[in-house]
């Protein structure tokens, strides 16, 4: 866990540099009442407020609970994960778009890595480190280990990781990609089409177990 002060210190550090008027963090949400209120409340408790998020159409809570902590909620067209980020930037209106998803899954107070390096990429995504094994399955782990060598192959980059669901993007950029998967490889489709047009990196993040029920077919 991240200590009292460390958090206070680096929430005064985002706040000086007027972080909501930087980056709208974007998170896409199907069924996640169980997770999303502990997600908005870790932005909040950084100072992050420009929160966005994007429901494929919950049949639970998820939109009640996330309008009850003052999130703004839209809803998605087209298809998947794909049509919720193609909603999203369509509200997107700072220079840069934080996506992560809404199960706890990934830690908010990584954001400061990114923004120590958005000025020089159009995407910088996230390389999990689970925390513990209950994080990620060993099949999982694996899968995603292949997916990524066959990226770097295929895009001539460098990733470690580049099925994660935490990166942030210039929204000028993500505004000229055209995507056209619906599954949840969008992250995969999103870093090939930026690696073609401009630039890319990754940033260290850790990685926690999510909660509420698995979504991702192994």
Do not use: W
């Not at 870790?42 to 996330?66: F, K, P, Q, W």
């Amino acid at each position: 866990m991240m200590g009292v002060e460390v958090k206070e210190g680096l929430k005064d550090r985002l706040k000086a540099m007027d972080v909501n008027k930087l980056i709208t963090v974007v998170i896409p949400t199907l069924n996640e009442e169980q997770g999303i209120a502990k997600v908005i409340e870790e932005l909040h408790s950084l100072g992050i407020t420009n929160i966005l998020v994007v429901d494929g159409y919950s049949s639970d809570r998820t939109v009640d609970v996330a309008k009850s902590l003052g999130a703004r909620v839209i809803y998605q067209h087209g298809h998947g994960k794909t049509g919720a980020l193609k909603a999203a930037v369509e509200h997107v209106n700072t220079p840069y778009m934080l996506v992560m998803d809404g199960d706890y899954t990934y830690d908010a107070s990584s954001i400061e890595r990114f923004i120590q390096h958005m000025d020089n990429y159009d995407e910088i995504i996230g390389a999990r480190i689970p925390v513990d094994d209950a994080s990620m399955s060993r099949l999982h782990r694996f899968g995603n280990a292949v997916i990524t060598k066959a990226f770097n192959l295929l895009m001539n980059t460098n990733l470690s990781d580049v099925c994660s669901g935490m990166y942030m993007l210039k929204t000028d950029t993500m505004r000229e990609i055209d995507l056209n998967t619906s599954g949840f490889d969008v992250e995969a489709e999103i870093a090939a089409q930026i690696a073609s047009i401009g630039s890319i990196t990754e940033v260290p993040i850790n990685y926690r177990a999510r909660i509420g029920r698995q979504k991702l077919s192994t």
